[in-house]
Protein backbone atom coordinates (compact mmCIF):
# COMPACT_ATOMS: atom_id res chain seq x y z
CA UNK A 1 0.00 0.00 0.00
CA UNK A 2 1.13 3.22 -0.97
CA UNK A 3 -0.32 6.98 -0.79
CA UNK A 4 -1.77 9.07 -3.47
CA UNK A 5 -0.89 11.96 -1.35
CA UNK A 6 2.16 14.19 -3.05
CA UNK A 7 2.84 15.81 0.64
CA UNK A 8 2.89 12.19 2.67
CA UNK A 9 5.26 10.00 -0.21
CA UNK A 10 8.01 13.27 -0.09
CA UNK A 11 7.99 13.84 3.33
CA UNK A 12 8.36 10.03 3.92
CA UNK A 13 11.07 10.30 2.13
CA UNK A 14 12.69 13.17 3.66
CA UNK A 15 12.16 11.29 7.38
CA UNK A 16 13.89 7.63 5.87
CA UNK A 17 16.28 9.55 4.55
CA UNK A 18 17.07 11.18 8.10
CA UNK A 19 16.65 8.02 9.99
CA UNK A 20 17.97 5.18 7.16
CA UNK A 21 15.34 2.28 7.46
CA UNK A 22 16.30 -0.59 5.93
CA UNK A 23 12.86 -0.86 4.74
CA UNK A 24 9.43 0.81 5.19
CA UNK A 25 6.24 -0.57 5.36
CA UNK A 26 2.58 1.16 4.90
CA UNK A 27 0.67 -0.09 7.53
CA UNK A 28 -3.11 -1.16 5.93
CA UNK A 29 -5.10 -2.23 9.45
CA UNK A 30 -5.99 -5.69 8.27
CA UNK A 31 -6.21 -8.61 10.41
CA UNK A 32 -3.60 -10.31 8.47
CA UNK A 33 -1.11 -7.27 8.68
CA UNK A 34 -1.80 -7.62 13.26
CA UNK A 35 -0.60 -11.57 12.47
CA UNK A 36 2.06 -11.00 10.85
CA UNK A 37 3.67 -8.13 12.99
CA UNK A 38 2.77 -9.89 16.29
CA UNK A 39 4.51 -13.19 15.11
CA UNK A 40 8.09 -10.89 13.83
CA UNK A 41 7.27 -9.39 17.86
CA UNK A 42 7.42 -12.49 19.57
CA UNK A 43 10.35 -13.82 17.60
CA UNK A 44 12.20 -11.00 18.26
CA UNK A 45 11.28 -10.77 22.06
CA UNK A 46 9.74 -7.02 21.87
CA UNK A 47 6.28 -8.94 22.82
CA UNK A 48 5.84 -11.94 24.82
CA UNK A 49 2.18 -14.11 23.99
CA UNK A 50 0.12 -15.00 26.51
CA UNK A 51 -1.95 -17.71 27.63
CA UNK A 52 -4.01 -17.95 25.21
CA UNK A 53 -6.55 -19.97 26.55
CA UNK A 54 -6.99 -17.82 29.70
CA UNK A 55 -6.42 -14.35 27.79
CA UNK A 56 -7.48 -14.99 24.14
CA UNK A 57 -5.49 -12.74 21.84
CA UNK A 58 -3.29 -10.84 24.60
CA UNK A 59 0.15 -10.08 24.75
CA UNK A 60 2.78 -8.52 27.18
CA UNK A 61 5.74 -5.85 26.55
CA UNK A 62 8.12 -4.83 28.83
CA UNK A 63 9.82 -0.99 28.16
CA UNK A 64 13.05 0.22 29.59
CA UNK A 65 13.54 0.74 33.46
CA UNK A 66 14.56 4.64 32.52
CA UNK A 67 11.31 5.19 30.23
CA UNK A 68 8.18 3.86 32.05
CA UNK A 69 6.45 7.37 32.42
CA UNK A 70 5.69 10.38 30.48
CA UNK A 71 8.81 12.61 30.80
CA UNK A 72 7.41 15.82 31.31
CA UNK A 73 10.42 18.11 31.80
CA UNK A 74 11.66 16.43 28.17
CA UNK A 75 8.28 17.37 26.98
CA UNK A 76 8.78 20.97 25.17
CA UNK A 77 5.99 23.13 23.01
CA UNK A 78 8.17 24.76 20.07
CA UNK A 79 6.76 28.53 18.78
CA UNK A 80 8.27 31.04 16.82
CA UNK A 81 7.08 33.53 20.64
CA UNK A 82 8.10 31.79 23.92
CA UNK A 83 5.05 33.99 25.53
CA UNK A 84 2.73 31.55 23.02
CA UNK A 85 3.90 28.57 24.71
CA UNK A 86 3.13 30.15 28.51
CA UNK A 87 4.76 29.29 31.52
CA UNK A 88 2.93 26.14 31.48
CA UNK A 89 5.38 24.62 29.15
CA UNK A 90 8.55 23.82 28.66
CA UNK A 91 9.61 26.20 25.44
CA UNK A 92 12.34 25.88 22.78
CA UNK A 93 13.06 27.55 19.07
CA UNK A 94 11.32 25.56 16.16
CA UNK A 95 14.81 25.84 14.42
CA UNK A 96 16.32 24.17 18.03
CA UNK A 97 13.81 21.65 18.42
CA UNK A 98 14.32 20.36 15.15
CA UNK A 99 18.27 20.59 14.78
CA UNK A 100 18.72 18.65 18.29
CA UNK A 101 16.23 15.95 17.66
CA UNK A 102 17.58 15.86 14.16
CA UNK A 103 20.63 14.84 15.52
CA UNK A 104 19.11 11.81 18.02
CA UNK A 105 17.09 10.90 14.77
CA UNK A 106 20.13 10.74 12.65
CA UNK A 107 20.79 6.94 11.55
CA UNK A 108 18.63 5.51 14.39
CA UNK A 109 16.73 3.36 12.17
CA UNK A 110 19.62 1.69 11.05
CA UNK A 111 18.47 -1.96 10.96
CA UNK A 112 15.00 -1.67 11.50
CA UNK A 113 11.68 -1.15 9.67
CA UNK A 114 10.21 2.24 9.18
CA UNK A 115 6.13 1.98 9.93
CA UNK A 116 4.08 4.26 8.32
CA UNK A 117 0.93 4.79 10.06
CA UNK A 118 -1.94 6.51 8.75
CA UNK A 119 -4.70 6.98 11.60
CA UNK A 120 -7.43 9.22 12.36
CA UNK A 121 -8.35 10.56 15.86
CA UNK A 122 -12.24 10.64 16.07
CA UNK A 123 -14.12 8.32 13.27
CA UNK A 124 -12.98 8.30 10.08
CA UNK A 125 -14.97 11.23 8.57
CA UNK A 126 -16.25 12.81 11.22
CA UNK A 127 -16.21 16.58 11.08
CA UNK A 128 -14.92 16.66 14.67
CA UNK A 129 -11.98 14.25 13.36
CA UNK A 130 -8.05 15.15 12.53
CA UNK A 131 -5.85 12.93 10.53
CA UNK A 132 -2.29 12.22 11.30
CA UNK A 133 0.58 10.14 9.80
CA UNK A 134 3.08 8.44 12.29
CA UNK A 135 6.61 7.25 11.22
CA UNK A 136 7.85 4.71 13.65
CA UNK A 137 10.53 1.75 14.04
CA UNK A 138 7.93 0.11 16.94
CA UNK A 139 5.97 -3.05 15.93
CA UNK A 140 4.60 -2.29 19.89
CA UNK A 141 3.61 1.48 19.03
CA UNK A 142 2.17 0.40 15.26
CA UNK A 143 -0.40 -2.44 17.67
CA UNK A 144 -1.14 -0.18 20.08
CA UNK A 145 -1.87 2.50 17.50
CA UNK A 146 -4.35 -0.18 16.11
CA UNK A 147 -6.10 0.13 19.49
CA UNK A 148 -6.03 3.49 20.15
CA UNK A 149 -6.92 4.75 16.55
CA UNK A 150 -8.74 4.11 13.30
CA UNK A 151 -5.90 3.21 11.06
CA UNK A 152 -4.93 1.95 7.76
CA UNK A 153 -6.02 2.34 3.94
CA UNK A 154 -9.58 3.73 5.17
CA UNK A 155 -7.54 6.95 6.53
CA UNK A 156 -5.46 7.43 3.47
CA UNK A 157 -8.59 6.82 1.28
CA UNK A 158 -10.51 9.92 3.31
CA UNK A 159 -6.95 12.00 3.25
CA UNK A 160 -7.07 12.13 -0.43
CA UNK A 161 -4.40 13.63 -2.65
CA UNK A 162 -4.43 16.88 -0.77
CA UNK A 163 -5.61 16.88 3.07
CA UNK A 164 -4.37 18.47 5.68
CA UNK A 165 -2.48 15.73 8.36
CA UNK A 166 -0.41 15.96 11.33
CA UNK A 167 3.27 14.85 10.84
CA UNK A 168 4.40 12.57 13.47
CA UNK A 169 7.61 11.16 13.54
CA UNK A 170 9.00 8.49 16.11
CA UNK A 171 11.85 6.41 16.63
CA UNK A 172 13.17 4.37 20.12
CA UNK A 173 16.37 5.23 18.65
CA UNK A 174 18.82 4.07 21.96
CA UNK A 175 16.37 4.64 24.76
CA UNK A 176 18.81 6.68 26.43
CA UNK A 177 16.81 9.60 28.56
CA UNK A 178 19.74 11.67 27.72
CA UNK A 179 19.07 11.68 24.08
CA UNK A 180 14.89 11.59 24.45
CA UNK A 181 12.78 14.71 23.31
CA UNK A 182 9.06 14.85 22.97
CA UNK A 183 8.90 17.94 20.82
CA UNK A 184 5.47 19.58 19.77
CA UNK A 185 5.69 21.94 16.58
CA UNK A 186 1.72 23.67 16.74
CA UNK A 187 2.51 26.30 14.38
CA UNK A 188 3.69 23.16 11.71
CA UNK A 189 1.22 20.27 12.99
CA UNK A 190 4.57 18.15 13.66
CA UNK A 191 5.20 16.04 16.84
CA UNK A 192 8.69 14.89 17.31
CA UNK A 193 9.30 12.18 19.56
CA UNK A 194 12.68 10.33 20.04
CA UNK A 195 14.51 8.11 22.60
CA UNK A 196 11.47 7.19 24.17
CA UNK A 197 9.10 3.50 24.02
CA UNK A 198 6.51 4.14 26.68
CA UNK A 199 3.28 4.86 25.38
CA UNK A 200 2.62 8.41 26.68
CA UNK A 201 5.43 9.95 24.77
CA UNK A 202 5.52 7.71 21.50
CA UNK A 203 1.55 7.18 20.78
CA UNK A 204 1.37 10.03 18.64
CA UNK A 205 -2.21 10.36 18.51
CA UNK A 206 -2.78 10.45 22.30
CA UNK A 207 -1.71 13.28 24.39
CA UNK A 208 0.36 14.82 21.95
CA UNK A 209 -2.12 14.74 19.02
CA UNK A 210 -5.57 14.83 20.51
CA UNK A 211 -4.38 17.35 23.71
CA UNK A 212 -1.11 19.22 23.20
CA UNK A 213 -1.69 19.95 19.43
CA UNK A 214 -5.04 19.31 19.46
CA UNK A 215 -5.92 22.30 21.81
CA UNK A 216 -3.99 24.72 20.32
CA UNK A 217 -6.21 23.60 16.90
CA UNK A 218 -9.40 24.06 19.05
CA UNK A 219 -8.11 27.55 19.99
CA UNK A 220 -7.28 28.54 16.08
CA UNK A 221 -10.43 26.85 14.73
CA UNK A 222 -13.44 27.54 17.43
CA UNK A 223 -13.96 24.60 19.20
CA UNK A 224 -12.36 22.46 22.60
CA UNK A 225 -9.49 19.74 23.26
CA UNK A 226 -10.15 18.76 26.64
CA UNK A 227 -8.52 16.00 29.24
CA UNK A 228 -12.24 14.45 29.84
CA UNK A 229 -14.18 11.70 30.25
CA UNK A 230 -17.29 11.50 28.19
CA UNK A 231 -19.82 9.34 29.85
CA UNK A 232 -23.88 9.22 29.73
CA UNK A 233 -26.83 8.63 32.29
CA UNK A 234 -29.44 6.91 31.06
CA UNK A 235 -32.94 7.24 33.33
CA UNK A 236 -36.05 4.47 33.41
CA UNK A 237 -37.93 7.03 30.78
CA UNK A 238 -34.91 6.57 28.09
CA UNK A 239 -33.54 9.97 28.18
CA UNK A 240 -29.57 10.30 28.36
CA UNK A 241 -28.46 12.81 29.98
CA UNK A 242 -24.10 13.00 29.25
CA UNK A 243 -21.69 14.19 30.95
CA UNK A 244 -18.06 15.54 30.22
CA UNK A 245 -15.65 15.55 33.11
CA UNK A 246 -12.21 16.58 34.33
CA UNK A 247 -9.89 15.13 36.90
CA UNK A 248 -6.40 14.89 37.66
CA UNK A 249 -4.84 11.71 38.07
CA UNK A 250 -5.29 9.87 41.02
CA UNK A 251 -8.86 10.62 40.99
CA UNK A 252 -10.53 7.64 39.64
CA UNK A 253 -11.62 9.15 36.03
CA UNK A 254 -11.33 5.71 34.17
CA UNK A 255 -13.59 4.21 37.10
CA UNK A 256 -16.71 6.84 36.50
CA UNK A 257 -16.40 6.40 33.08
CA UNK A 258 -17.87 2.78 33.59
CA UNK A 259 -19.17 2.76 36.64
CA UNK A 260 -22.02 0.01 37.48
CA UNK A 261 -24.99 1.83 39.72
CA UNK A 262 -24.93 0.55 42.80
CA UNK A 263 -27.45 -1.45 44.43
CA UNK A 264 -29.37 1.72 46.68
CA UNK A 265 -30.17 2.99 43.03
CA UNK A 266 -31.31 -0.03 41.10
CA UNK A 267 -34.30 0.23 41.58
CA UNK A 268 -34.13 3.10 39.93
CA UNK A 269 -33.47 1.57 37.02
CA UNK A 270 -30.60 3.54 35.67
CA UNK A 271 -28.54 2.62 33.18
CA UNK A 272 -24.50 4.31 32.72
CA UNK A 273 -23.20 4.31 29.20
CA UNK A 274 -19.45 4.97 28.68
CA UNK A 275 -18.49 7.32 25.40
CA UNK A 276 -15.02 7.95 26.82
CA UNK A 277 -12.10 7.61 29.26
CA UNK A 278 -9.64 10.26 28.58
CA UNK A 279 -10.29 12.70 26.17
CA UNK A 280 -13.04 14.97 24.91
CA UNK A 281 -13.00 16.73 21.46
CA UNK A 282 -16.38 19.09 21.91
CA UNK A 283 -17.85 21.42 19.43
CA UNK A 284 -20.50 24.30 19.19
CA UNK A 285 -23.75 22.34 16.86
CA UNK A 286 -25.74 24.68 15.01
CA UNK A 287 -28.46 24.63 17.49
CA UNK A 288 -25.57 26.18 19.58
CA UNK A 289 -25.17 23.93 22.28
CA UNK A 290 -21.93 21.94 22.95
CA UNK A 291 -20.92 18.30 21.42
CA UNK A 292 -18.40 15.94 21.91
CA UNK A 293 -16.52 12.94 20.44
CA UNK A 294 -13.82 10.36 22.07
CA UNK A 295 -11.26 10.57 19.34
CA UNK A 296 -10.42 7.56 21.40
CA UNK A 297 -10.65 4.19 19.84
CA UNK A 298 -9.13 2.25 22.92
CA UNK A 299 -8.41 2.92 26.56
CA UNK A 300 -4.59 2.64 27.73
CA UNK A 301 -5.39 2.15 31.63
CA UNK A 302 -3.29 2.23 34.77
CA UNK A 303 -3.27 -1.37 35.77
CA UNK A 304 -2.25 -1.44 39.48
CA UNK A 305 -5.76 -0.92 41.16
CA UNK A 306 -7.85 -1.62 38.75
CA UNK A 307 -10.08 -4.85 40.39
CA UNK A 308 -13.41 -6.21 40.40
CA UNK A 309 -14.55 -3.71 42.79
CA UNK A 310 -13.27 -0.45 41.66
CA UNK A 311 -14.15 -0.81 38.00
CA UNK A 312 -15.76 -4.51 36.59
CA UNK A 313 -16.29 -3.23 33.58
CA UNK A 314 -12.74 -2.61 32.69
CA UNK A 315 -11.79 -5.99 34.10
CA UNK A 316 -14.19 -7.51 31.70
CA UNK A 317 -12.73 -5.94 28.85
CA UNK A 318 -9.34 -6.78 29.34
CA UNK A 319 -9.60 -11.07 29.27
CA UNK A 320 -9.09 -10.52 25.39
CA UNK A 321 -7.38 -8.73 22.58
CA UNK A 322 -4.90 -6.56 24.86
CA UNK A 323 -1.40 -5.10 25.47
CA UNK A 324 -0.33 -5.59 28.86
CA UNK A 325 3.03 -3.23 29.56
CA UNK A 326 5.11 -3.40 32.78
CA UNK A 327 2.82 -6.07 34.94
CA UNK A 328 3.91 -9.06 36.58
CA UNK A 329 3.42 -12.04 34.11
CA UNK A 330 2.71 -15.12 35.85
CA UNK A 331 3.91 -18.83 35.42
CA UNK A 332 0.86 -19.97 33.54
CA UNK A 333 1.11 -16.89 30.76
CA UNK A 334 -1.62 -14.57 32.54
CA UNK A 335 -0.75 -11.27 35.01
CA UNK A 336 -1.20 -9.68 38.11
CA UNK A 337 -0.52 -6.45 39.27
CA UNK A 338 -0.81 -4.39 42.84
CA UNK A 339 -4.54 -3.83 43.81
CA UNK A 340 -5.62 -6.38 41.54
CA UNK A 341 -8.27 -9.39 42.25
CA UNK A 342 -6.84 -11.87 44.61
CA UNK A 343 -5.71 -14.45 44.83
CA UNK A 344 -1.80 -12.53 45.22
CA UNK A 345 0.55 -14.86 43.16
CA UNK A 346 3.71 -16.48 45.12
CA UNK A 347 5.56 -15.59 42.06
CA UNK A 348 6.37 -14.81 39.11
CA UNK A 349 8.35 -12.65 36.51
CA UNK A 350 8.12 -8.87 37.32
CA UNK A 351 8.57 -5.85 35.00
CA UNK A 352 11.78 -5.82 34.84
CA UNK A 353 12.56 -9.51 33.68
CA UNK A 354 13.31 -10.65 36.96
CA UNK A 355 12.21 -13.38 39.07
CA UNK A 356 9.72 -12.16 41.92
CA UNK A 357 7.94 -13.58 44.89
CA UNK A 358 5.30 -12.09 47.29
CA UNK A 359 7.38 -12.15 49.72
CA UNK A 360 10.36 -10.08 48.44
CA UNK A 361 11.64 -7.52 50.61
CA UNK A 362 13.83 -4.62 49.40
CA UNK A 363 16.70 -3.25 51.81
CA UNK A 364 14.47 -1.62 53.77
CA UNK A 365 12.12 -4.15 54.64
CA UNK A 366 9.65 -2.69 52.37
CA UNK A 367 7.50 -5.17 49.87
CA UNK A 368 8.96 -5.36 46.30
CA UNK A 369 6.34 -4.18 43.38
CA UNK A 370 5.81 -6.97 40.71
CA UNK A 371 4.54 -4.87 38.55
CA UNK A 372 5.24 -1.01 37.72
CA UNK A 373 3.12 1.57 39.42
CA UNK A 374 2.49 3.40 35.85
CA UNK A 375 1.77 -0.31 34.23
CA UNK A 376 -0.68 -0.30 31.43
CA UNK A 377 -3.27 -1.86 29.70
CA UNK A 378 -4.14 -1.40 25.82
CA UNK A 379 -7.80 -2.43 24.97
CA UNK A 380 -10.44 -1.89 22.31
CA UNK A 381 -13.13 0.25 23.52
CA UNK A 382 -15.92 -1.65 21.69
CA UNK A 383 -15.14 -3.98 24.59
CA UNK A 384 -16.30 -2.52 27.13
CA UNK A 385 -19.54 -3.49 28.43
CA UNK A 386 -21.02 -0.15 29.28
CA UNK A 387 -20.04 1.36 25.26
CA UNK A 388 -22.25 3.64 23.96
CA UNK A 389 -24.11 2.89 20.81
CA UNK A 390 -22.93 6.39 19.54
CA UNK A 391 -19.07 5.61 19.78
CA UNK A 392 -18.46 5.56 15.91
CA UNK A 393 -21.11 8.36 15.44
CA UNK A 394 -19.96 11.29 13.56
CA UNK A 395 -21.47 13.71 15.49
CA UNK A 396 -20.93 12.77 19.09
CA UNK A 397 -23.17 13.49 22.30
CA UNK A 398 -24.61 16.36 23.44
CA UNK A 399 -22.71 17.33 26.22
CA UNK A 400 -25.33 18.52 29.74
CA UNK A 401 -22.95 18.98 32.44
CA UNK A 402 -19.25 19.69 32.60
CA UNK A 403 -17.70 18.48 36.20
CA UNK A 404 -14.38 19.31 37.56
CA UNK A 405 -13.14 17.56 40.46
CA UNK A 406 -9.67 17.08 42.67
CA UNK A 407 -8.59 15.36 45.54
CA UNK A 408 -9.10 17.73 48.79
CA UNK A 409 -9.41 16.28 52.59
CA UNK A 410 -11.54 19.51 54.06
CA UNK A 411 -11.98 22.16 52.00
CA UNK A 412 -14.07 21.36 48.84
CA UNK A 413 -17.66 19.77 49.71
CA UNK A 414 -18.95 16.84 48.21
CA UNK A 415 -20.17 18.66 44.87
CA UNK A 416 -21.46 22.53 44.11
CA UNK A 417 -22.26 23.91 41.19
CA UNK A 418 -21.15 27.11 39.41
CA UNK A 419 -23.37 30.20 39.28
CA UNK A 420 -22.83 31.21 35.35
CA UNK A 421 -20.11 29.68 33.40
CA UNK A 422 -17.53 32.56 33.50
CA UNK A 423 -17.96 31.42 37.14
CA UNK A 424 -17.38 28.27 36.04
CA UNK A 425 -14.18 28.16 34.06
CA UNK A 426 -12.77 30.16 37.30
CA UNK A 427 -13.88 27.37 38.89
CA UNK A 428 -12.21 24.97 36.57
CA UNK A 429 -9.25 27.05 36.23
CA UNK A 430 -8.60 26.78 40.41
CA UNK A 431 -8.94 23.10 40.34
CA UNK A 432 -6.22 21.55 42.85
CA UNK A 433 -5.40 18.09 43.77
CA UNK A 434 -3.39 17.26 47.11
CA UNK A 435 -0.69 14.94 46.40
CA UNK A 436 -0.86 11.12 47.50
CA UNK A 437 1.47 9.05 49.47
CA UNK A 438 2.24 7.52 45.72
CA UNK A 439 3.12 10.58 44.19
CA UNK A 440 6.36 12.54 44.19
CA UNK A 441 6.81 15.40 46.34
CA UNK A 442 5.27 16.74 50.41
CA UNK A 443 2.00 14.72 50.88
CA UNK A 444 -1.12 16.88 51.29
CA UNK A 445 0.75 19.60 49.24
CA UNK A 446 -1.76 21.35 46.77
CA UNK A 447 -1.15 21.25 43.30
CA UNK A 448 -2.61 23.25 40.87
CA UNK A 449 -4.16 21.71 37.63
CA UNK A 450 -6.74 23.63 35.55
CA UNK A 451 -9.39 21.66 34.27
CA UNK A 452 -6.59 18.27 34.65
CA UNK A 453 -5.04 20.49 31.47
CA UNK A 454 -1.72 21.40 32.82
CA UNK A 455 0.82 18.85 31.28
CA UNK A 456 -1.61 18.88 28.41
CA UNK A 457 -2.24 22.32 27.08
CA UNK A 458 -0.28 23.10 24.41
CA UNK A 459 -0.52 27.07 24.45
CA UNK A 460 -0.35 29.42 26.99
CA UNK A 461 -2.85 28.83 29.20
CA UNK A 462 -4.04 32.45 29.91
CA UNK A 463 -5.39 32.16 26.31
CA UNK A 464 -6.43 28.66 26.94
CA UNK A 465 -8.93 30.41 29.89
CA UNK A 466 -10.01 33.17 27.18
CA UNK A 467 -10.40 30.39 24.89
CA UNK A 468 -13.13 29.17 27.28
CA UNK A 469 -14.48 32.27 27.75
CA UNK A 470 -15.48 32.46 24.18
CA UNK A 471 -17.00 29.27 24.13
CA UNK A 472 -19.59 30.06 26.59
CA UNK A 473 -20.22 33.86 24.83
CA UNK A 474 -21.17 31.90 21.65
CA UNK A 475 -23.35 29.31 22.77
CA UNK A 476 -26.84 29.63 22.74
CA UNK A 477 -27.02 27.03 26.39
CA UNK A 478 -24.41 26.14 27.46
CA UNK A 479 -23.53 23.22 30.03
CA UNK A 480 -23.94 23.68 33.50
CA UNK A 481 -20.51 22.97 35.55
CA UNK A 482 -19.96 21.35 38.10
CA UNK A 483 -17.26 20.75 40.71
CA UNK A 484 -17.15 17.63 43.15
CA UNK A 485 -14.50 16.07 45.88
CA UNK A 486 -14.63 12.44 46.45
CA UNK A 487 -11.82 12.41 48.83
CA UNK A 488 -12.93 14.05 51.93
CA UNK A 489 -12.15 12.96 55.47
CA UNK A 490 -13.47 12.82 58.61
CA UNK A 491 -11.53 13.47 62.29
CA UNK A 492 -9.87 10.33 61.93
CA UNK A 493 -8.96 10.68 58.39
CA UNK A 494 -10.87 8.35 56.73
CA UNK A 495 -12.84 9.03 53.75
CA UNK A 496 -16.29 10.04 54.23
CA UNK A 497 -17.90 9.19 51.04
CA UNK A 498 -17.77 5.43 49.55
CA UNK A 499 -16.61 6.63 45.92
CA UNK A 500 -16.94 4.12 43.12
CA UNK A 501 -20.10 3.00 41.98
CA UNK A 502 -22.33 5.66 44.74
CA UNK A 503 -20.24 8.08 42.76
CA UNK A 504 -23.75 7.88 40.67
CA UNK A 505 -25.88 9.50 43.51
CA UNK A 506 -24.01 12.79 42.99
CA UNK A 507 -23.92 12.79 39.37
CA UNK A 508 -27.80 11.99 39.69
CA UNK A 509 -28.02 15.48 41.88
CA UNK A 510 -26.34 16.98 38.72
CA UNK A 511 -28.13 15.74 35.93
CA UNK A 512 -31.33 16.94 38.17
CA UNK A 513 -30.18 20.16 38.17
CA UNK A 514 -29.28 20.34 34.27
CA UNK A 515 -32.99 19.54 34.26
CA UNK A 516 -34.37 21.88 36.78
CA UNK A 517 -35.76 19.14 38.50
CA UNK A 518 -34.34 20.00 42.40
CA UNK A 519 -33.73 22.78 43.98
CA UNK A 520 -29.91 24.10 45.71
CA UNK A 521 -28.61 25.80 48.67
CA UNK A 522 -27.16 29.36 47.65
CA UNK A 523 -23.16 29.51 49.22
CA UNK A 524 -20.00 31.51 48.58
CA UNK A 525 -19.01 29.00 46.46
CA UNK A 526 -21.79 27.97 44.19
CA UNK A 527 -24.84 26.11 44.72
CA UNK A 528 -24.98 22.63 46.94
CA UNK A 529 -27.73 20.57 46.72
CA UNK A 530 -30.05 20.24 49.94
CA UNK A 531 -29.89 17.28 52.42
CA UNK A 532 -32.85 15.18 51.23
CA UNK A 533 -31.62 15.62 47.47
CA UNK A 534 -29.07 13.34 47.67
CA UNK A 535 -30.32 9.99 47.31
CA UNK A 536 -28.92 7.65 50.26
CA UNK A 537 -30.93 4.76 50.18
CA UNK A 538 -28.72 1.22 51.01
CA UNK A 539 -25.68 3.44 52.22
CA UNK A 540 -25.07 3.52 56.21
CA UNK A 541 -25.14 7.33 56.40
CA UNK A 542 -26.63 9.74 58.40
CA UNK A 543 -28.19 13.31 57.08
CA UNK A 544 -25.53 14.96 59.60
CA UNK A 545 -22.66 12.85 57.84
CA UNK A 546 -23.96 14.53 54.66
CA UNK A 547 -24.27 17.91 55.97
CA UNK A 548 -20.31 17.62 56.79
CA UNK A 549 -19.66 16.33 53.51
CA UNK A 550 -21.52 19.71 52.51
CA UNK A 551 -20.16 21.94 54.65
CA UNK A 552 -18.00 25.09 53.83
CA UNK A 553 -14.92 26.70 55.93
CA UNK A 554 -14.99 30.25 55.09
CA UNK A 555 -11.42 30.93 56.56
CA UNK A 556 -10.66 27.65 54.95
CA UNK A 557 -11.87 28.99 51.48
CA UNK A 558 -10.03 32.28 52.22
CA UNK A 559 -6.99 30.91 52.68
CA UNK A 560 -7.46 29.01 49.51
CA UNK A 561 -8.00 31.75 47.31
CA UNK A 562 -4.51 33.06 48.32
CA UNK A 563 -3.31 30.37 46.05
CA UNK A 564 -5.71 31.44 43.48
CA UNK A 565 -4.09 34.51 42.86
CA UNK A 566 -0.84 33.37 42.96
CA UNK A 567 -1.45 31.23 40.39
CA UNK A 568 -3.36 33.81 37.95
CA UNK A 569 0.32 35.98 38.58
CA UNK A 570 2.15 33.75 36.88
CA UNK A 571 0.09 35.00 33.64
CA UNK A 572 0.69 38.45 33.86
CA UNK A 573 -0.94 40.89 31.65
CA UNK A 574 -2.10 38.68 29.77
CA UNK A 575 -4.29 36.81 32.37
CA UNK A 576 -8.13 37.15 31.02
CA UNK A 577 -9.84 40.52 33.09
CA UNK A 578 -12.66 38.15 33.45
CA UNK A 579 -11.05 35.72 35.86
CA UNK A 580 -9.50 38.38 37.81
CA UNK A 581 -13.17 39.75 38.35
CA UNK A 582 -14.35 36.32 39.60
CA UNK A 583 -11.91 36.29 42.04
CA UNK A 584 -12.54 39.48 43.70
CA UNK A 585 -16.21 38.31 43.52
CA UNK A 586 -15.45 35.47 45.52
CA UNK A 587 -13.05 37.02 48.21
CA UNK A 588 -16.12 39.27 48.41
CA UNK A 589 -18.68 36.52 48.97
CA UNK A 590 -16.29 35.16 51.98
CA UNK A 591 -15.67 37.90 53.67
CA UNK A 592 -19.26 38.35 54.30
Given amino acids: ?205 KKCLSLRLGSYQGYKEGWMAEHMLIMGIEDPTGYIGYIAAAFPS ?45 PEAGFFGVAPGTNAKTNPNMMTSIQKNTIYTNVLLKMDGTVWWEGGDPPVPSEGIDWQGRPWRSDLKDENGKAVLSAHPNSRFTVPAGQCPSITNRFEHHHGVPISAIVFGG ?75 FNVNWFRTDESGDFMWPGYGENLRVLEWIIDRCRYKVGAVETPIGYIPYTGDIDTTGLDMTPETIDKLLAIDKNEWLEEIKGHKEFFDMFGKRMPKEMLNEYEALKKRLSK
Fill in 250 to 294: ACGKTNLAMLIPPEGLKRKGYRIWTVGDDIAWMRIDTDGTLWAVN
Fill in 1 to 205: MTSKHAEINKWVKEMAKMCHPDHIVWIDGSEEERIRLEAEAFRTGELIQLNQEKLPGCVYHRTSPNDVARTEHLTYICTKKKADAGPNNNWMKPSEGYKAASEIFRNSMVGRTMYVIPFSMGPVGSPFSKIGVELTDSIYVVLNMRIMTRIGASVLEKLGKDGQFTKGLHSKADLDVNRRLILHFPEDNTIWSVGSGYGGNVLLG
Fill in 407 to 481: RRAKLAPLVYEAFTWQHGVYVGATMASERTAAQYGKQGEVRRDPMAMLPFCGYNMADYFKHWLKMGKLMSRSPKI
